[in-house]
């Protein structure tokens, strides 16, 4: 394992995702989003408001008051763009959220690797229920940084036995069937019914669904885990394939179909916003920029990693540059398994050769 001065330096080059994270709490300046959400459920008696229309707040959920209490906040800042009232927030939300399927998975395929077991990238399913309440633009970079100096390097995994690089099929058999019935079905109910109120009922049940993906997955694989692993579904391949070909025809759909150019879609203004509607369209725009970019710079760091360990060479760069064009073409969510899948093919041509 790396030692501790070896722990120390990548202290100082996992120092921009700590960067990351704090320019995404600064930019989706959630106390601004509170105070919003404050003045729907005061002032406006729990009633979202916008030009023509309204839907008042459900106030029970869970029929727990801290989850509701919690929840009932987040509804309210993807009220804009799952209700439809901010179109360009509706575009954007769309893509953004079926993104989070390939990225997701890729989480937890990482958590199911033999080699992290008990390091951070284990903890998959904590990272993505925290995500949703602290948005995934602060916890991707957070995770990563975490990943960089305290979990295993390229280095322990390359040159581990195959059986620490594996990633164990067991825990993969279920992660399809629950992504896109709890994450998928979940989110195009919430920005695609013709019922606003079933919009709302639907942005409230997704908020808890990473736990229930983790849950279902951990007891689901501890009573029939060896039975899962024999079926087609306990490929990851399979499961990062239908995740990555949803989110390319979403964001393919966006492109050709949205009245707006990528840019008014997925860059947010720096401007300051005082409208809940362009505020919580700038924060999640923000949380996005800041959570894939943070997935890039982990993959980076691991290409670099290869090619210092000499487990790669110019491939790696065709392989990073072939991530921009993925990225337009078929989106982030897309990009981000590219480059993953590339890394694991590297990472299996390794055979355990030993690395300093």
Not at 48 to 64: A, D, M, N, R
Not at 171 to 183: F, Q
Request: aromatic share 14%; hydrophobic share 55%.
């Amino acid at each position: 394992m790396a030692s501790v001065l070896s722990r120390i330096g990548r202290v100082f080059l996992a120092a921009p995702f700590a960067a990351l994270v704090l320019i995404c709490v600064k930019e989706m300046d959630v106390d601004k989003l509170i105070k919003f959400e404050e003045q729907v459920m005061k002032v406006d008696k729990g009633a979202i408001k916008w030009p023509g229309g309204s839907l008042k707040v459900f106030e029970t959920f869970y029929g727990i008051e801290p989850l509701d209490h919690m929840w009932r906040a987040a509804s309210i800042t993807f009220a804009p763009s799952s209700l439809g009232y901010d179109e360009i927030g509706w575009w954007q939300m769309m893509s953004f959220l079926t993104d989070l399927g390939p990225m997701y998975a890729v989480w937890y395929l990482e958590a199911a690797r033999i080699g992290n077991a008990w390091s951070p990238a284990y903890f998959a399913t904590l990272w993505t229920f925290g995500a949703q309440r602290l948005g995934i633009g602060t916890v991707a970079p957070f995770v990563y940084f975490l990943s960089l100096v305290f979990g295993p390097t390229t280095a322990d995994i390359a040159g581990s036995d195959n059986f620490l690089r594996t990633v164990q099929t067991k825990w993969v058999g279920l992660l399809l069937p629950l992504m896109l019935v709890l994450h998928n079905l979940e989110v195009f109910a919430a920005y695609l019914s013709s019922d606003l109120v079933a919009r709302h009922y639907w942005i409230f049940a997704w908020q808890m669904s990473p736990l229930w993906i983790g849950i279902a997955n951990f007891v689901g694989t501890l009573l029939a885990g060896n039975l899962f692993a024999r079926f087609p579904l306990a490929q990851p391949r399979l499961l990062l394939t239908v995740l990555c070909t949803i989110s390319a025809a979403v964001w393919i759909a966006t492109l050709v179909l949205a009245p707006y150019s990528p840019a008014e879609l997925f860059l947010p203004s720096w401007e300051t916003q005082e409208d809940l509607t362009l505020h919580s369209r700038r924060a999640l725009q923000v949380d996005q920029v800041c959570a894939f970019s943070a997935c890039f710079l982990w993959l980076l760091c691991q290409f670099v990693d290869l090619c210092r360990l000499g487990f790669a060479g110019a491939d790696a760069f065709f392989a990073a540059a072939l991530l921009p064009i993925a990225l337009a073409c078929f989106g982030p969510g897309v990009a981000f398994v590219v480059g993953w899948c590339w890394r694991e093919r590297k990472l299996a041509q390794t055979r355990g050769r030993n690395s300093s």
